[in-house]
């Protein structure tokens, strides 16, 4: 650890917190600035495992190629099988009789599944390697904010207290938001009330050894790639559960629900209730029937979106967690991280250039405010009231994932790291499909809503398996998204057009005390 600084030392950057989006931003700005005086300052005296281990196609691209980490990925961690989904319903029995979605293949554009404690230590690594000091273990207790100015920070490390100065800070605190809560920005993102409890276990089943390949030949036998290293997603009405390998054979394991929709159970520990609550599903009674979960490494978190309503200004910028955090199915964490670092990045590099800085900062705040509501509104709003439902799922998960890869991962590789200065749904010709995709996904929750109200809600969720071939950027990849809205057009005619001027369909309420087991009996 450095010892703490002497009064009134002075950075060009002060990064508050060392985790992935802290190191990232660093190593961003002294690869086009190498003279920049950049300070880190990291909480903790070393990382712990923590949630954010499954990265997409945008974040693998962020990881791998802008920060040039792919070689510390291929040795250090798992290269990532896509996501694949597991549905039930009370036919399903067992493990091949729940229904399935998944690729048929291997993936086709890289992402990987990291050990957090692992990755953020090496990116912290690289920037020091660059030029970054590091002071660890050390926390920023106060910021004093002047715009176009020197920024003050206290710093304290055990007894010992001191202030530095910097032209910028940047906030990249996580969940913590430092500056946010600090200057009242801080807002909770009511409208998708959702709680998380997760740990890391040992003994989850290999889904692709010999024990599961006897027990279930025709099953083993449906997927040609490997099972095991996917973002493996069981759902069921109103939550999900991931299964995440980690290099070393640890498996992170949770759930996240709506809290509208699901009643936490109340008896036992924390880890004796996730897994309860996993082996209601016959996949999670197959998977996890030897897994333990790791003492002390059990957490949950209640509330989770919310959102900081500025994210930049003349002297300070927030990045990843500390900006704002919508909801971890499909992964986006370390997209925003991608988003936020490399905007942010540019924005300093703007100022240290000379460049009017006015502008910039209302684009950068207008940018990640609109992509954050558009992204909520399009992708998450309502989701929970049809993820575990397979027939509406499969339809989603075409259209959702087809999009993405044609509209948003392929544009780092066609344009290069420029593309990640521009948040999803920012630009003018996202509008469309912004309001396309907010469209279908209304349409699938109020069609979920209205299969509860018939007990229809589930009814493929058994002996269907959908084996996908993947999508690539080419081209030839708009047919599969055509043929589900085809699909979803049917779906319409067959039993859609029942609720489409039918009131009584509207959100689930909010349970009365949603999640209150985990608040009250929670470590
Ligand atoms: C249940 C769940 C599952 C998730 N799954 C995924 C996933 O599969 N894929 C994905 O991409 N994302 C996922 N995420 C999101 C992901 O975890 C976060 O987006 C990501 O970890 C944020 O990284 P960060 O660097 O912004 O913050 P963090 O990783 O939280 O790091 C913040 C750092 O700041 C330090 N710090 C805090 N306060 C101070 C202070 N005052 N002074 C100094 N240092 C300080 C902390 O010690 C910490 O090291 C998930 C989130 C949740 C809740």
């Not at 990925?73 to 979605?101: D, T, Y």
């Not at 978190?301 to 200004?313: D, E, F, Q, W």
């Not at 998204?481 to 039918?502: N, P, Q, Y």
């Amino acid at each position: 650890m450095n010892a703490l600084p002497q009064s009134h030392e002075r950075y060009d950057v002060a990064i508050v917190g060392g985790a992935l989006a802290g190191g990232a931003t660093a190593i961003l700005l002294l690869r086009q600035a190498p003279q920049l005086r950049i300070l880190l300052i990291e909480k903790s005296a070393a990382f712990g495992r923590r949630v954010g281990e499954a990265t997409v196609e945008v974040s693998g691209y962020f990881l791998g190629r802008v920060l040039g980490l792919t070689q510390h990925l291929n040795e250090a961690h798992l290269v990532k099988q896509g996501m694949r989904f597991w549905f039930f319903n009370a036919r399903a029995q067992s493990l091949p009789e729940c229904s399935e979605i998944g690729g048929r293949y291997l993936s086709r554009v890289a992402s990987y599944q990291v050990d957090r404690a692992v990755l953020d230590q090496e990116v912290l690594r690289r920037a020091q390697a660059m030029g970054a000091e590091v002071w660890r273990p050390a926390s920023v207790s106060k910021i004093q904010l002047a715009a176009g100015r020197d920024q003050a920070l206290e710093i304290r490390s055990g007894e010992q207290t001191g202030t530095v100065v910097a032209r910028w800070v940047v906030d990249a605190s996580g969940v913590a938001a430092l500056l946010a809560r600090q200057e009242g920005w801080w807002r909770p993102n009511k409208a998708h009330p959702t709680t998380a409890v997760w740990s890391r276990w040992t003994g989850v089943k290999d889904w692709d050894g010999l024990e599961l390949a006897k027990k279930f030949p025709d099953w083993a036998m449906a997927c040609h790639g490997i099972r095991s290293t996917a973002t493996n997603h069981l759902v069921g009405k109103g939550w999900w559960a991931w299964c995440i390998p980690l290099k070393g054979g640890d498996v992170s394991v949770g759930v996240v629900f709506d809290q509208r929709l699901v009643t936490w159970p109340e008896n036992g520990s924390l880890g004796q209730r996730l897994k309860d609550f996993l082996i209601q599903h016959p996949v999670g009674r197959e998977i996890l029937a030897d897994a333990q979960w790791r003492e002390g490494d059990m957490h949950w978190r209640k509330n989770l979106p919310y959102y900081s309503t500025t994210v930049a200004g003349d002297g300070f910028a927030l990045v990843g967690d500390a900006a704002a955090f919508l909801d971890p199915f499909y992964s986006p964490g370390m997209d925003w991280i991608s988003f936020t670092t490399s905007a942010t990045a540019e924005l300093i590099l703007a100022q240290q250039r000379g460049e009017a800085l006015a502008p910039l900062i209302a684009r950068h705040n207008r940018d990640f405010a609109r992509s954050y509501d558009c992204w909520f509104q399009a992708i998450y709003q309502d989701k929970y009231e049809y993820m575990g439902d397979f027939d509406l799922m499969r339809l989603a998960f075409l259209l959702d994932v087809g999009l993405y890869t044609l509209g948003v991962a392929s544009q780092p590789f066609k344009r290069g790291g420029k593309a990640l200065t521009e948040p999803v749904f920012s630009t003018p010709p996202s509008v469309p499909f912004f309001h396309f995709i907010r469209f279908y996904n209304r349409r699938f929750a109020q069609i979920a809503r209205a299969r509860r109200l018939t007990d229809q809600w589930g009814r493929s969720n058994d002996c269907r398996r959908f084996m996908f071939q993947g999508y690539t950027f080419a081209r030839s990849s708009i047919w599969p998204i055509a043929k589900a809205i085809l699909s979803w057009g049917g779906l319409e005619l067959r039993e859609g057009w029942r609720s489409w001027f039918r009131k009584g369909h509207e959100a689930a309420p909010a349970q009365s005390s949603p999640a209150a087991a985990i608040t009250q009996t929670a470590p």
